[in-house]
T-cell receptor, first 113, second 113 residues
Framework: GQNIDQPTEMTATEGAIVQINCTYQ??????LFWYQQHAGEAPTFLSY????GLEEKGRFSSFLSRSKGYSYLLLKELQMKDSASYLC??????????????FGKGTKLSVKP | DSGVTQTPKHLITATGQRVTLRCSPR?????VYWYQQSLDQGLQFLIQ???????AKGNILERFSAQQFPDLHSELNLSSLELGDSALYFC????????????FGPGTRLTVT
């Protein structure tokens, strides 16, 4: 079956670092994605990992371990505007070719002053 | 602004009715995806079109159907509506359908009463 798990909620302090974990079990794997979604708005793409290791993009980094079915999103120098839900998604294989995104339920991050 | 447009922004209708949601992808994007987001289920993939052809199906109910027109805009038709169909419906687009970044529209909030 398809299963993506991430914590429901997290709280962190402005200026700090927070790590949001995601574990997945899917029948196939063709990449792991992180999206940011502010309440009532559209998801926006943050990062993509297909090989093991760390991808860094400014204040955001994403890590993948395919053997462990594990990823994390690291947010540094937290700002109030980072308060949002963070969605982990895995792209599956479909009919022998690249599939579509399977999303976790999201982690709601609250950044406090 | 992602460049993906969706209409209407809000829709309130009664059980048993039928509605049509419309999506225009970013200029040049050939692939369109439809997602449903409810509070308890998270973001669920419904269906993907590429250049007018259905490419992949997710958890789309038989009461729901979609199509992509020659000008690449897409419509999602929801019929025999039930209370449980109340959700945010997002359309996303990507250039080729196999690239990794999807651009989400602002969504249509459907309320079934």
């Amino acid at each position: 079956g398809q299963n993506i798990d991430q914590p429901t909620e997290m709280t962190a302090t402005e200026g700090a670092i927070v790590q949001i974990n995601c574990t997945y079990q899917t029948s196939g794997f063709n990449g792991l994605f992180w999206y940011q979604q502010h309440a009532g708005e559209a998801p926006t793409f943050l990062s993509y990992n297909v090989l093991d290791g760390l991808e860094e993009k400014g204040r955001f980094s994403s890590f993948l371990s395919r053997s462990k079915g594990y990823s994390y999103l690291l947010l540094k120098e937290l700002q109030m505007k980072d308060s949002a839900s963070y969605l982990c998604a895995v792209r599956d294989w479909y009919g022998g070719s690249q599939g579509n995104l399977i999303f976790g339920k999201g982690t709601k991050l609250s950044v406090k002053p | 602004d992602s460049g993906v447009t969706q209409t209407p922004k809000h829709l309130i209708t009664a059980t048993g009715q039928r509605v049509t949601l419309r999506c225009s992808p970013r200029s040049g994007d050939l692939s369109v995806y439809w997602y449903q987001q409810s509070l308890d289920q998270g973001l669920q993939f419904l269906i993907q079109y590429y250049n007018g052809e259905e490419r992949a199906k997710g958890n789309i109910l038989e009461r729901f159907s979609a199509q992509q027109f020659p000008d690449l805009h897409s419509e999602l038709n929801l019929s025999s509506l039930e209370l449980g169909d109340s959700a945010l419906y997002f359309c996303a687009s990507s250039a080729t359908g196999t690239d990794y970044e999807q651009y989400f529209g602002p969504g249509t909030r459907l309320t079934v009463t």
